[in-house]
């Protein structure tokens, strides 16, 4: 019963650092999302994949980059970690296309930049 | 700016109480989610509503989607302490897909 897997749960790093958050979905999904959520303003998209071989930015991409490696996973890199980063990071993958479809999310990654 | 902008951001009430949180905007959403989340995990879906006007009821929970498909509220009878979470509200917007919005969240808490 895993759906959304999200590695590692914590994080600390040093300014400038890299680092790479994994994701991967088992339930055939097409779609994946990546999220930061910060305090009093709800969760906010970084990048999108619509399907396998596509991604876009959302809301937020900038200082981010990512990679949809395959159907399953769905990586999120920061290339220079920056304080403003400090953040909780979420993973979601949406099933078939259609009004309403939930998206399925993991536990999050709570990732601090010293 | 929020583009829903969800209100109160923090309710705190005694156990049987009623509340009701609103989830509004000045865009129109092809549909609208309502999502809980529990500390330490992610949201989980509640409902989602399509049609303007939609009511749909979930036990003690009733969400409401508006006429004009704008706004979207949540009621919640006799709370009870298991309801305690963080509540979102997530839209659709007709041009964007799939692509959800989010709220800020409301933070209930209800106290025994």
Redesign the interface.
Known sequence: NAGVTQTPKFQVLKTGQSMTLQCAQDMNHNSMYWYRQDPGMGLRLIYYSASEGTTDKGEVPNGYNVSRLNKREFSLRLESAAPSQTSVYFCASRGFQGKGQPQHFGDGTRLSIL | T?L?E?SP?FLSIQEGENLTVYCNSSSVF??L?WYRQEP??????LV???TGGEVKKLKRLTFQFGDARKDSSLHITAAQPGDTGLY?C?G?RETS?????????TQLTVNP
Do not use: H, I
């Open positions: 929020q829903l969800q951001q092809s549909s989610q330490g995990e992610g949201p989980v879906l989602t509503v399509v979102l997530a659709v897909g799939s692509r959800l919005t989010f709220g800020e969240g």
